[in-house]
């Protein structure tokens, strides 16, 4: 089975409850099946990004017009 796996936020690294229950639910998910993790990461660190695309398909979407520079609150009023 092919499994997209569609996250709001960069689950990697998982330090955080969000992360962490994206990262082990695609992770518990690709054992079985073919699972492609699609998410924002615009802060990611290249090298974790690396890490995660050798347990994991990673797709890195591009926002456009970026946050850059934006803080959360500004970013949520402007959706």
Do not use: C
């Not at 569609?6 to 990697?12: C, K, W």
């Amino acid at each position: 089975m092919r499994i997209l796996v569609v996250s709001t936020r960069f689950p990697y690294p998982p330090r955080w409850g969000f992360a962490t229950r994206v990262y082990h639910l695609a992770r518990r998910l690709a054992r079985n099946d073919e699972v492609v993790l699609l998410s924002p990461a615009d802060h990611a660190d290249p090298a974790d990004l690396a890490q995660l695309r050798e347990e994991l398909d990673v797709e890195v979407v591009e926002l456009a017009g970026g946050t850059a520079g934006r803080s959360k609150r500004v970013t949520q009023l402007a959706s």
